[in-house]
């Protein structure tokens, strides 16, 4: 009665006050305030348990880590060596960035079609086929659907495909989200182990993976974290599986990396992308092509992917794009369109990336190959080492961490990429040279008293 004539603003202070006024600190917590730990406390009951399962992906969490430590520091020795992230040092091509900036002063701002823009989607064919040594016109641009980034391709795939129930063959190691895309929609992930020679899969382990319920396969080359490429004999093998299972098992190729491989003739690199299940005819009529522009063209924030898929799936793909994002911003595409469109230059810059690219790497692999107790086979693709630290005999977390607080160099710990990635780290050699130079001397004082302890 006495809240009669009070502002609906008091009535709402007088609520709330009173509300907490109720609480006591044994029912919500002494070390905190009331409200905070009740707030802290309610979201985690109404969480969904499809939520409550997923993971971050660790090389964000390392990141967040290592970024504290640079906030600390006050003096550039006391800044981290960063090689956790895929992360390209270079600048995106010039004529990319100009043409998003004119995109942008043209008031090129608004809603797109949630599949892309046209234009976009005709390019992204156009390039996969002279990439991937099509025929002209195999691809049409009701295929394509554009994402911001290649994640959300991936999650959007298993969306559309996976059953609570069903089963999804993923790499182990292999990148996290493929796990978490299959968990989220209540399948099952069944990891199959990577080769540690240079064939990178093991056919037969796959087809004694392969069950009634396996509904679809990853498959990742380059491969990201082993940088392991599917060699041409292995990849006809795979196709005779395949072909053997009829039209049940869905195939999703995760290409990111496929520009960037490592061969005794660079000049085909700039042209052509290694060999791909996409290039058979047969197994292109249910595999997903998952690409994207930030990798190859070093334009991680303009968040622009794609995915190629036979029609009747695209179109799904749209609709679930429609109420997850809408669409990609107008002027991220057309930068991507002069990523995709201007061959000459987008070719000499692919060329120039890879050069520096394969400098690293075989600095890198001379260096890391000299560490004592480590062994690590040569990356033939993507920018990643994956470095065998099992006969340290200690979690490789505990590694991770003694490099990072002590040392000032970040890596990860292999079991962010699964099981088998126990024993392992994943260094990023995209920086520049002298500080992959920098970052492995701060490794190798981190194992040196490891080592001796």
Not at 329 to 341: I, R, S, V, Y
Not at 411 to 439: K, M, N
Request: charged residues 25%; proline residues 6%.
């Amino acid at each position: 009665m006495f809240l009669i004539g009070a502002t609906s603003r008091g009535r709402y202070n007088w609520k709330r006050r009173s509300t907490w006024s109720c609480c006591t600190g044994e029912e919500f917590g002494a070390d905190t305030t009331l409200q905070r730990t009740f707030e802290r406390q309610i979201p985690q009951q109404a969480l969904a348990s499809r939520v409550k399962r997923l993971t971050d992906e660790g090389a964000y969490t390392i990141l967040e880590r290592a970024n504290r430590i640079d906030r600390r520091a006050t003096r550039p020795a006391d800044k981290v060596v960063h090689l956790e992230i895929g992360q390209p040092s270079a600048a995106p091509p010039a004529h990319v960035t100009e043409a998003l900036i004119e995109s942008v002063r043209c008031g090129e701002t608004r809603y797109t079609d949630p599949a892309g823009l046209f234009e976009l989607r005709a390019a992204i064919c156009r390039y996969v086929e002279r990439t991937h040594k099509l025929p002209d016109h195999s691809l049409s641009p009701d295929m394509v659907l554009v994402g911001p980034g290649a994640k959300p391709g991936i999650v959007l795939a298993c969306l559309a495909l996976l059953e609570p129930g069903d089963e999804a063959l993923i790499p182990d190691p292999g990148f996290p989200t493929y796990r978490a895309a299959v968990e989220l929609c209540g399948a099952r992930a069944v990891p199959y182990s990577l080769s540690r020679g240079t064939d990178m899969l093991e056919i037969e382990e796959i087809a004694t993976k392969i069950t009634d319920r396996t509904k679809l396969l990853f498959l990742n080359s380059p491969s990201n974290p082993t940088g392991g490429v599917i060699s041409p004999p292995i990849m006809e093998n795979l196709k005779a599986l395949l072909s053997c299972q009829g039209a049940k098992i869905w195939i999703l190729s995760d290409e990111v990396y496929s520009r960037l491989w490592y061969t005794d003739e660079p000049e085909t690199n700039k042209y052509l992308v290694p060999v791909s299940v996409f290039n058979d005819a047969e197994l292109r009529s249910r595999t997903i092509l998952v690409d994207g522009l930030s990798k190859s063209f070093s334009m991680t924030g303009f968040r622009i992917g794609y995915v190629i898929a036979p029609t009747q799936l695209s179109e799904r793909l749209r609709v679930l794009a429609v109420h997850i994002y809408g669409c990609v911003a107008q002027f991220t595409q057309k930068a991507a369109m002069a990523a995709l469109t201007e061959d000459e230059k987008s070719d000499r810059y692919i060329l120039q990336t890879i050069q520096q690219y394969r400098r690293n790497r075989d600095v890198a692999y001379s260096l890391l190959s000299e560490l004592e107790g480590c062994r690590l086979a040569k990356p033939r693709g993507a920018f990643y080492a994956w470095l065998d630290v099992s006969s340290y005999r200690r979690p490789v977390e505990d590694i991770v961490r003694e490099m990072l607080e002590a040392n000032k160099v970040a890596v990860l710990p292999g079991t962010d990429f699964g099981a088998q990635g126990e024993g392992y780290l994943r260094i990023s050699f995209v920086c520049d040279e002298p500080t992959l130079r920098e970052g492995i001397r701060r490794m190798a004082t981190t194992l040196r008293r490891l080592r001796h302890a």
